[in-house]
T-cell receptor, first 113, second 114 residues
């Protein structure tokens, strides 16, 4: 069965520190992988996506993610976090025909001044 | 221009009432979705439509009935509302046959059943 696991429910980092949010997926075929961000009271905004090719993908707001097939992971990273990055982050897998997207349970990021 | 728009943004209603949430996308996408986000922020797909045809129904109670009058609209009607229906409902759309597609989400409708 398809699933997405985000093992960290909450993460707190200091402003300027580096960040890594973990995501593991279970999917029988080639995964289409996404990271979305949700600010309080807002919808979901796409940060980046992986379909094929280079396993390190760059996204908006200075985020990047690396696809590791051997580990079934798609971790999100940012070298220096800004206070405005505080939000909820969701990893997702899209089925091959995009009939549905499976989401992880989210990681809430707090940023300390 | 808002790509995926939902109305209303907030909805407070009493148990037993019937309510509708509207969704429109101006992206020309063929596929639209309804997702439910519970109090723990978990996002679960409810329905998926492609060109006005239902293709996914994730064991949602019959009280929930989606309607797609055209491929740009996917409305959600809920009968006999229950307390457990309180959640944020997100509409989304995508274009599956387009390379590097993604799902675009609306701003959500926060439904509170009292």
């Amino acid at each position: 069965a398809q699933s997405v696991t985000q093992p960290d429910i909450h993460i707190t980092v200091s402003e300027g520190a580096s960040l890594e949010l973990r995501c593991n997926y279970s999917y029988g075929a080639t995964p289409y992988l996404f990271w979305y961000v949700q600010s309080p009271g807002q919808g979901l905004q796409l940060l980046l996506k992986y379909f094929s090719g280079d396993t390190l993908v760059q996204g908006i707001k200075g985020f990047e993610a690396e696809f590791k097939r051997s580990q079934s992971s798609f971790n999100l990273r940012k070298p220096s976090v800004h206070w405005s990055d505080a939000a909820e982050y969701f990893c997702a897998v899209g089925t091959y025909n995009f009939n549905k997207f499976y989401f992880g349970s989210g990681t809430k990021l707090n940023v300390k001044p | 221009d808002t790509a995926v728009s939902q109305t209303p943004k907030y909805l407070v209603t009493q148990m037993g009432n019937d309510k509708s949430i509207k969704c429109e996308q101006n992206l020309g996408h063929d596929t639209m979705y309804w997702y439910k986000q519970d109090s723990k922020k978990f996002l679960k797909i409810m329905f998926s439509y492609n060109n006005k045809e239902l293709i996914i129904n994730e064991t949602v109670p019959n009280r929930f009935s989606p309607k797609s009058p055209d491929k740009a609209h996917l409305n959600l009607h809920i009968n006999s509302l229950e307390l457990g229906d309180s959640a944020v409902y997100f509409c989304a759309s995508s274009q599956p046959d387009r390379l590097n597609t993604e799902a675009f989400f609306g701003q959500g409708t926060r439904l509170t059943v009292v």
